[in-house]
Nanobody, 124 residues
Framework: VQLQASGGGLVQAGGSLRLSCAASGGTFSLYTMGWFRQAPGKEREIVASVDWSGTGTYYTESVKGRFTISRDNAKNTVYLQMNTLKPDDTAVYYC??????????????????WGQGTLVTVSS
């Protein structure tokens, strides 16, 4: 599956952004989808993940209560709504999907298809 992320930008602390990731070339509704981020000098980390049905989700602790992951299988798109943004949220955000259908995971090594990344910059 091919993934195209969009929606990044520059926002002040406390603001909001909505990232989108459009999928093509596969059966989107069969796959867990994840959002990851990588800040300068840091390793890539999982931000949130949603299972193929949209009912199961995972959030890393630092974004709980502020970010919401969702998906629209009819539109082959996964979203990341980010509220109350902080400077520490500054990073390149990537969407990704595992190679295996119906596979729930949050481990980066299990994700074989990656979008190109979209930069989120939060100013203080």
């Amino acid at each position: 599956v091919q993934l195209q992320a969009s929606g990044g930008g520059l926002v002040q602390a406390g603001g909001s952004l909505r990232l989108s990731c459009a999928a093509s070339g596969g059966t989107f509704s069969l796959y867990t989808m994840g959002w990851f981020r990588q800040a300068p000098g840091k390793e890539r980390e999982i931000v949130a993940s949603v299972d193929w049905s949209g009912t199961g989700t995972y959030y890393t602790e630092s974004v709980k209560g502020r970010f919401t992951i969702s998906r629209d299988n009819a539109k082959n798109t996964v979203y990341l709504q980010m509220n109350t943004l902080k400077p520490d949220d500054t990073a390149v955000y990537y969407c990704a999907a595992p190679e295996v259908a119906y596979y729930w995971t949050i481990r980066p090594k299990d994700f074989g298809s990656w979008g190109q990344g979209t930069l989120v910059t939060v100013s203080s």
